[in-house]
């Protein structure tokens, strides 16, 4: 959650690979490298926003973005292609 937070840009996609849901961050640190941050999911997180309390840490996800200055919305993006994480990194899901 901190490097998402530190983006220029706070965006997390989510993509859809081999049955599983993933959701990753591109992070360009210096030059010319990067890494990207990923988890993968049987289950979708419910939301278009991830929310981050600035207070306490935690997180929850909404649909909606509220008025409240202690709290950072980061929207989910779907994401239909992509060719940023190699599929074979992935182990086909059970459920079909």
């Known amino acids: 959650m901190n490097i998402v937070v530190t983006t220029q840009i706070p965006l ?9 849901h993933v959701y990753f961050v591109p992070f360009l640190p210096v030059g010319d490298s990067s890494i ?27 649909d909606r973005i509220l008025n409240d200055a202690k709290l ?18 992935f182990k086909s899901s059970k459920k079909k």
């Open 72 to 89: 950072s919305f980061i929207p989910i993006v779907e994401v239909e292609e992509q060719n940023i994480l190699p599929e074979k990194i």
């Open 12 to 20: 997390i996609h989510h993509a859809r690979i081999k049955g599983h």
């Open 36 to 62: 990207i941050y990923y988890v993968e999911r049987e289950e979708p997180i419910e939301g278009s926003y991830l929310i981050y309390n600035n207070f306490d840490g935690s997180i929850t996800y909404s």
